[in-house]
Structures are given as C-alpha cells and as structure tokens.
Nanobody
Framework: VHLTESGGGLVQAGGSLRLSCVAS??????????MGWFRQAPGKDREFVAA????????KYADFVKGRFTISRDNAKNTVYLQMNTLKPDDTAIYYC?????????????????WGQGTQVTVSS
C-alpha cells in the first residue's frame, strides 16, 4: 500500500487548507482499512490528529482540532481528506496520513501499518 499526501502549503492564520491522501496498491481495501492523520511540528513528537472508519461512519479527533478540522473519505477514489479551518500558527507541522488495515479510530501510531511521506503545512501569524 502506497499513500501520497497533497494539499499542504503556506496560509495565514485564520485560513483554511484541505489535505488529500490517495491510497494505491493492489492489497488496499478501503472499507476495511481505518485511516488517520498525524502531524509533527519542528522539535516535537508526531501526534494524532484525526481518524476515520473504513466506511466513514465514525470519526475521532484530537482535542486541539475539534470544531476546526474535519476528516472524511471517498472510497471510490481511495482518498482521505483533512479539511482544516481556522488555522493557527501552532498547526504548523508536517502532516502524515496513515492506514490501519482491520483497525478503526486508533490513535496509537504503532497500530498503523502504512504511512505517507507527509505534506508541509505552514501557518503564518
């Protein structure tokens, strides 16, 4: 399974970005694979941001993004999205998507088998 993120960039505080993550590879089964977004800010550990079940029926968020970020997926396109609104400078980080076959809404990084290369999000004040 190969994951490719896109949509990062430079935005002013209060602005919005939408990240995308496309999954490819013959072994990928969208409906049975939980997906998550994580981020790593400079000098900090990578942390959980959001997760979604295989069919998109349930989601989970870190407290610091609740009400601002929305995770969603389009299984016909093997794509997961992270809509980020009301961005803050503290949201500056590399954002990674990850896939967890057979597991859903997990926050532990070790539960994810596949990772993308990440996309940089920079929020200026």
């Amino acid at each position: 399974v190969h994951l490719t993120e896109s949509g990062g960039g430079l935005v002013q505080a209060g602005g919005s970005l939408r990240l995308s993550c496309v999954a490819s590879g013959g072994s990928f089964s969208a409906t049975t694979t939980g997906m998550g977004w994580f981020r790593q800010a400079p000098g900090k550990d990578r942390e959980f941001v959001a997760a979604i079940t295989g069919r998109g029926s349930a989601t989970k968020y870190a407290d610091f993004v609740k009400g601002r970020f929305t995770i969603s997926r389009d299984n016909a396109k093997n794509t997961v999205y992270l809509q980020m609104n009301t961005l803050k400078p503290d949201d500056t980080a590399i954002y990674y998507c990850a896939a967890a076959p057979g597991r859903f809404l997990v926050v532990e990084q070790g539960e994810y088998n596949y990772w993308g290369q990440g996309t940089q999000v920079t929020v200026s004040s």
